[in-house]
Protein backbone atom coordinates (compact mmCIF):
# COMPACT_ATOMS: atom_id res chain seq x y z
CA UNK A 1 0.00 0.00 0.00
CA UNK A 2 1.66 3.28 -0.87
CA UNK A 3 0.21 6.54 0.12
CA UNK A 4 0.91 10.05 -1.40
CA UNK A 5 1.00 13.76 0.00
CA UNK A 6 0.27 16.67 -2.38
CA UNK A 7 0.71 20.02 -2.10
CA UNK A 8 -0.93 23.09 -4.27
CA UNK A 9 1.32 25.88 -4.33
CA UNK A 10 0.18 29.54 -5.23
CA UNK A 11 3.48 30.83 -5.24
CA UNK A 12 2.83 32.08 -8.90
CA UNK A 13 -0.04 33.95 -7.92
CA UNK A 14 1.65 35.21 -4.90
CA UNK A 15 4.58 36.48 -7.32
CA UNK A 16 2.29 38.00 -9.39
CA UNK A 17 0.71 39.86 -6.46
CA UNK A 18 4.01 41.48 -5.51
CA UNK A 19 5.05 42.54 -8.08
CA UNK A 20 1.60 44.12 -9.03
CA UNK A 21 1.80 45.65 -5.64
CA UNK A 22 4.82 46.57 -5.52
CA UNK A 23 5.06 50.65 -5.74
CA UNK A 24 2.78 50.83 -2.70
CA UNK A 25 4.76 48.00 -1.32
CA UNK A 26 8.21 50.13 -1.60
CA UNK A 27 6.43 53.34 -0.14
CA UNK A 28 5.05 51.34 2.65
CA UNK A 29 8.92 50.37 3.70
CA UNK A 30 10.56 53.19 2.62
CA UNK A 31 8.07 55.34 4.89
CA UNK A 32 8.81 52.90 8.03
CA UNK A 33 12.51 53.01 7.34
CA UNK A 34 12.72 56.42 7.64
CA UNK A 35 10.09 56.40 10.74
CA UNK A 36 12.34 53.72 12.12
CA UNK A 37 15.50 56.40 11.42
CA UNK A 38 14.37 59.56 12.38
CA UNK A 39 12.85 57.74 16.19
CA UNK A 40 16.38 56.29 16.52
CA UNK A 41 17.87 59.83 15.98
CA UNK A 42 15.53 61.15 18.47
CA UNK A 43 15.50 58.50 21.38
CA UNK A 44 19.62 58.44 21.13
CA UNK A 45 19.88 62.18 21.53
CA UNK A 46 17.05 62.81 23.99
CA UNK A 47 17.52 59.34 26.08
CA UNK A 48 20.89 58.90 25.89
CA UNK A 49 23.05 62.06 27.44
CA UNK A 50 22.68 64.71 30.47
CA UNK A 51 23.90 67.66 30.75
CA UNK A 52 27.68 68.14 32.04
CA UNK A 53 28.27 67.82 36.24
CA UNK A 54 31.24 67.34 38.02
CA UNK A 55 32.29 64.01 40.02
CA UNK A 56 31.57 60.25 38.75
CA UNK A 57 29.10 59.83 36.15
CA UNK A 58 25.74 58.69 38.08
CA UNK A 59 23.09 56.24 36.60
CA UNK A 60 23.96 55.36 32.42
CA UNK A 61 23.62 58.19 30.47
CA UNK A 62 26.58 60.06 29.31
CA UNK A 63 27.75 63.57 29.98
CA UNK A 64 27.76 66.24 27.30
CA UNK A 65 30.35 68.19 27.32
CA UNK A 66 30.89 69.48 23.70
CA UNK A 67 28.59 67.22 22.18
CA UNK A 68 30.26 65.78 19.75
CA UNK A 69 28.67 62.20 20.54
CA UNK A 70 25.38 63.01 20.73
CA UNK A 71 25.08 65.45 17.52
CA UNK A 72 26.45 62.11 15.91
CA UNK A 73 23.72 60.60 16.00
CA UNK A 74 22.22 60.42 12.29
CA UNK A 75 20.85 58.20 9.30
CA UNK A 76 19.66 57.95 5.98
CA UNK A 77 17.25 55.58 4.21
CA UNK A 78 18.88 54.23 0.21
CA UNK A 79 17.35 52.22 -2.40
CA UNK A 80 15.35 52.17 -5.44
CA UNK A 81 13.08 49.27 -4.80
CA UNK A 82 11.61 46.93 -1.94
CA UNK A 83 14.47 44.75 -2.19
CA UNK A 84 17.44 47.24 -2.28
CA UNK A 85 15.57 49.79 0.58
CA UNK A 86 18.73 50.00 3.36
CA UNK A 87 18.52 52.14 6.49
CA UNK A 88 21.95 53.68 7.18
CA UNK A 89 22.56 54.33 11.03
CA UNK A 90 25.48 55.71 12.39
CA UNK A 91 26.99 57.47 15.61
CA UNK A 92 30.17 58.52 16.22
CA UNK A 93 33.04 59.03 13.72
CA UNK A 94 35.71 62.01 12.98
CA UNK A 95 35.36 64.39 17.06
CA UNK A 96 33.93 61.49 18.07
CA UNK A 97 35.61 58.77 17.17
CA UNK A 98 35.40 57.31 20.50
CA UNK A 99 31.78 56.17 19.67
CA UNK A 100 32.84 51.91 20.31
CA UNK A 101 34.30 52.63 23.58
CA UNK A 102 31.59 54.42 25.12
CA UNK A 103 29.50 51.37 22.93
CA UNK A 104 31.43 48.60 24.18
CA UNK A 105 33.09 50.03 26.93
CA UNK A 106 37.30 49.52 27.41
CA UNK A 107 39.80 48.97 29.84
CA UNK A 108 42.92 51.70 28.60
CA UNK A 109 45.60 51.95 30.73
CA UNK A 110 49.41 53.21 30.88
CA UNK A 111 52.46 52.24 31.85
CA UNK A 112 53.78 55.62 32.85
CA UNK A 113 50.44 56.33 34.09
CA UNK A 114 46.96 58.92 32.72
CA UNK A 115 46.01 62.13 33.91
CA UNK A 116 42.50 62.57 34.91
CA UNK A 117 41.45 66.03 36.02
CA UNK A 118 39.49 66.19 39.32
CA UNK A 119 36.94 69.35 39.95
CA UNK A 120 39.20 72.28 39.95
CA UNK A 121 41.00 71.73 36.43
CA UNK A 122 37.79 71.61 34.92
CA UNK A 123 35.56 74.38 33.40
CA UNK A 124 31.70 74.35 34.14
CA UNK A 125 31.34 72.73 31.21
CA UNK A 126 33.97 69.34 31.99
CA UNK A 127 36.74 70.92 29.87
CA UNK A 128 40.31 71.04 31.37
CA UNK A 129 41.36 74.35 32.25
CA UNK A 130 44.77 75.47 30.01
CA UNK A 131 45.76 76.85 33.41
CA UNK A 132 45.68 73.96 35.60
CA UNK A 133 47.79 71.60 33.11
CA UNK A 134 51.31 71.35 34.41
CA UNK A 135 54.19 72.84 32.63
CA UNK A 136 58.02 72.36 33.39
CA UNK A 137 59.68 74.96 34.31
CA UNK A 138 63.33 74.93 35.02
CA UNK A 139 63.81 72.12 37.85
CA UNK A 140 59.80 72.32 38.55
CA UNK A 141 56.60 71.86 37.53
CA UNK A 142 54.28 74.69 37.75
CA UNK A 143 50.50 75.80 36.13
CA UNK A 144 49.63 79.53 35.21
CA UNK A 145 46.83 79.14 37.45
CA UNK A 146 47.54 77.01 40.66
CA UNK A 147 51.28 77.81 41.03
CA UNK A 148 54.28 75.02 41.42
CA UNK A 149 52.76 71.69 41.36
CA UNK A 150 54.16 68.19 43.01
CA UNK A 151 52.88 64.90 43.29
CA UNK A 152 51.06 63.73 46.21
CA UNK A 153 50.76 60.06 47.08
CA UNK A 154 47.56 58.97 49.92
CA UNK A 155 48.43 56.47 52.29
CA UNK A 156 46.45 54.13 50.08
CA UNK A 157 48.53 53.83 47.30
CA UNK A 158 46.52 56.91 44.95
CA UNK A 159 48.69 59.15 43.52
CA UNK A 160 47.66 63.06 42.59
CA UNK A 161 49.17 65.75 40.86
CA UNK A 162 48.53 69.18 43.49
CA UNK A 163 48.88 72.74 42.98
CA UNK A 164 50.32 74.46 45.70
CA UNK A 165 48.32 78.12 45.22
CA UNK A 166 49.81 81.05 46.49
CA UNK A 167 47.44 83.08 49.07
CA UNK A 168 45.04 85.71 47.80
CA UNK A 169 42.14 87.06 49.82
CA UNK A 170 39.23 86.42 46.73
CA UNK A 171 40.98 83.67 45.52
CA UNK A 172 38.95 80.66 45.14
CA UNK A 173 41.47 78.39 45.86
CA UNK A 174 43.67 78.58 48.72
CA UNK A 175 46.57 76.17 49.54
CA UNK A 176 47.05 72.87 48.19
CA UNK A 177 44.51 72.28 45.50
CA UNK A 178 43.81 69.03 43.96
CA UNK A 179 44.34 69.03 40.66
CA UNK A 180 44.79 65.24 38.93
CA UNK A 181 44.40 61.91 39.67
CA UNK A 182 47.16 59.51 38.10
CA UNK A 183 46.14 56.58 37.38
CA UNK A 184 47.85 53.56 35.47
CA UNK A 185 44.32 51.83 34.29
CA UNK A 186 40.94 53.16 33.44
CA UNK A 187 37.65 50.61 33.37
CA UNK A 188 35.18 52.57 30.82
CA UNK A 189 32.02 50.49 30.82
CA UNK A 190 29.54 50.51 27.88
CA UNK A 191 26.59 53.11 28.91
CA UNK A 192 26.23 54.68 24.59
CA UNK A 193 23.50 51.80 23.95
CA UNK A 194 23.00 52.69 20.40
CA UNK A 195 22.82 48.84 19.07
CA UNK A 196 20.14 48.10 22.09
CA UNK A 197 18.17 50.98 20.81
CA UNK A 198 18.13 49.60 16.88
CA UNK A 199 17.08 46.34 18.15
CA UNK A 200 13.81 47.60 20.01
CA UNK A 201 13.16 50.14 17.36
CA UNK A 202 13.39 48.09 14.19
CA UNK A 203 11.83 45.49 15.99
CA UNK A 204 8.28 47.12 16.49
CA UNK A 205 8.72 49.08 12.86
CA UNK A 206 9.55 45.73 11.09
CA UNK A 207 6.24 44.42 12.56
CA UNK A 208 4.20 47.66 11.61
CA UNK A 209 5.42 47.08 7.64
CA UNK A 210 5.03 43.24 7.63
CA UNK A 211 1.46 43.97 8.92
CA UNK A 212 0.90 46.59 6.31
CA UNK A 213 2.58 44.28 4.06
CA UNK A 214 0.32 41.78 4.28
CA UNK A 215 -3.02 43.82 4.39
CA UNK A 216 -1.74 44.77 0.49
CA UNK A 217 -1.45 41.74 -0.24
CA UNK A 218 -4.23 40.46 0.96
CA UNK A 219 -6.67 43.05 -0.93
CA UNK A 220 -4.46 42.93 -4.12
CA UNK A 221 -6.22 39.26 -3.99
CA UNK A 222 -9.34 39.81 -3.55
Given at each position: ?K????????????V??????????????????????????????R?????????K????K????????????G???????V?D?????R???????????????????????????????????G?T??G???R????????????????L????????????????P???????????????R?K?????????????????K??Q??????????M???
Amino acid sequence: MKEYIEFDSNSDEFVQRVRKAEPLLFKIAEQGLVAMTEMWITTMRRDHFTGYYPGKTRGLKLRSRRGALKQSAGGKVTGKTVGDLKALLRIGGGSAGYAPTQEYGASISHMSGMRIPLKAALTPTGRTKAGAIPRRSGRTWKTSEFGQTFILRTKDGKLYIVGRKRYKPKAKYKGNVLLFVLKERVKIPPRLRATEEVIEIAGNKVDQISARFAKVLRMEGM
